[in-house]
């Protein structure tokens, strides 16, 4: 029976998912990318190096790993470009990639609108990164959209590229932007085609292949499920779905080939952006868990706000995604503090709820009802084992699976692969 493994953010993203996929792309045969666009980064480290993906699959340092990028995402063919050149400067060179041609597009006018969009909305800000993801998604929706394998078919890219510019010059005259001229846009892209085209495939094909010849494979969303356009804290949210039950459509597969999901979640909260966040800390607690984690983000540079873990989200996430076990990152960050909280319910309007309301009017009145544990003074980054750990550092994890009903299936306690321990024996097997 082959092995598939979901790897999802389960808070507001940049929870780790990076270091794990590509813990586990060294021993996957394909590694698939099902959502989002180049708004999202991984930051990789191995052998004292460090690296930072947008929308390029983590499997892409492994040679042997064939790596996916699905239907479900929006594509930014300049920014993969770009991408790929930096890797090539880094020395990554041997990979193997491919590109759905199912994928929509991010054009250039996508990343031009966000930015004039986001200045409209005033002091009520989305927090948007301005990488043209959300108008990408909304061309795809209304069907005006350019996707992939457009480019294959220069009369048809043509014709679509004519059409799209009818309507997205007239937004942009409307909004006082800068309209694009047809034929420059063209040959720039039918220049990309050329570098592109032999990596624009039918990845469902190629994915469902992998999936009846019992090979290794490796899901990867990005963002993170409070960043679901669904259900996350909407409206400041993305524009798709990181869900593991997104996989089937973004990858092409039946739903049936689902059948281990492990939740990335860090050892604290932090989040990017605007929106409410309800165990946000703004004392020098906070400054030091984001010196110390590094927490910055990897797209935009911006300092993440920062809070304590909160088990209501984490259970609401589990709940929505079927997550079998936890990935606790950068748990080492948390060593040398007196105290530790986990929030574990909030209070709404003078009553105790478990799980996160579908409003930001509510969620922005919820107050974390939190529980203090002892901390631990002990450097953990060595450990190899979770018997290793402190008693307080292990008390902690237990008081997560107990609020969460998850076991906890891996611990990081560094950024770099080696010093990643794996509890759980299926995640062992993979």
Known sequence: MSERLVVIGSQWGDEGKGKITDYFACRADMVVRYQGGNNAGHSVMFNGHKYSLQSIPSG?????????????MVV???????????????GITDYQLYISDRAAMVMPWHSALDGAYECLKG????????????????????RVGLRMGDLLEPEYFAERLKAALDEKN??????????????????????????????????????????????????????GMMLCIDHGTYPFVTSSTPSSA???????ISPKWIDNVLGVAKAYCTRVGEGPFPTELFDEIAHEIRERGHEYGTVTGRPRRVGWFDAVVARYTSRLAGIDNWALMLFDVL??????????????????????????????????VFIEM???????????????????????????????????GVISVGPDRTQTVIISEKLKNF
């Open 335 to 368: 060593s040398g503090l007196d105290k530790v909280k986990i929030c574990t319910h909030y209070e709404l309007d003078g009553k105790i709820i478990d799980t996160p309301p579908s409003t930001i009017s509510k969620l922005a009145r919820c107050k974390p």
């Open 76 to 90: 930014n063919p300049e920014s993969v470009l770009v991408e790929l050149e930096k890797l090539h400067n880094q």
């Open 123 to 142: 002091g009520k800000l989305i927090g948007t990164t301005k990488k043209g993801i959300g108008p990408a998604y909304s061309d795809k929706y209304s």
């Open 170 to 223: 007239m937004e942009l005259k409307m909004l006082g932007l800068d309209t694009y001229d047809f034929q420059t846009v063209y040959d720039r892209y039918m220049e990309i085609a050329k570098i592109l085209g032999p990596r624009i495939v039918d990845t469902s094909d190629l994915i469902n292949k992998a999936l009846r010849s019992d090979k290794k494979i490796l899901f990867e969303g990005a963002q």
């Open 374 to 408: 002892d901390g631990w003074k002990e450097d953990i980054t060595g450990i190899k084992s979770f018997d290793e750990l402190p008693e307080a550092a292990k008390a902690y994890v237990r008081k997560i699976e107990e609020l969460t009903e998850v076991p906890v």
């Open 246 to 252: 997104s996989v089937p459509v973004g990858a092409g």
């Open 60 to 72: 892409i340092f492994n040679p042997a790993t064939v790596n996916v990028m699905g239907n479900g």
